[in-house]
């Protein structure tokens, strides 16, 4: 069974910085992509950012250069550094991952950016 477990969120003001984690079991971590959504309240889920088992990464326009993911295959984490933090990315942030053809998410973990 795939576990996924965020956490790292919290309120954070206009212009500063989160790094959101997600701890994984289950599953062969290193052959694995991850992905962060993200859901606002009243918004669809979108997809944030994507790490692929090779390091490629793929990023949503409106983070890209200011949000890095990462991974850490020894560890079975997943990161998602969040720099230049505005309002507008306040939302519920979910780790996910597309492995052996089954999505699985994370429980999900509040990011709130405001002063």
């Known amino acids: 069974q795939v576990d996924l477990v965020e956490s790292g969120g919290g309120l954070v003001q206009p212009g500063g910085s989160l790094r959101l984690t997600c701890s994984t079991s289950?599953?062969?971590?290193?052959?694995?992509?991850m992905d962060w959504y993200r859901q606002a309240q009243g918004k669809q889920r979108e997809l944030v950012a994507s790490?692929?088992?090779?390091?490629?990464?793929e990023y949503a326009d409106s983070v890209r250069g200011r949000f890095t993911i990462s991974r850490d295959n020894a560890k079975e984490k997943a990161f998602l550094e969040m720099n230049n933090l505005k309002p507008e990315d306040t939302a519920v942030y979910y780790c996910?991952?597309?492995?052996?053809?089954?999505?699985?998410w994370g429980q999900g973990i509040q990011v709130t950016v405001s002063s």
């Open positions: 996910s991952t597309n492995y052996l053809n089954i999505r699985n």
């Open positions: 289950g599953m062969r971590f290193n052959i694995a992509g």
């Open positions: 790490i692929t088992s090779g390091w490629n990464t």
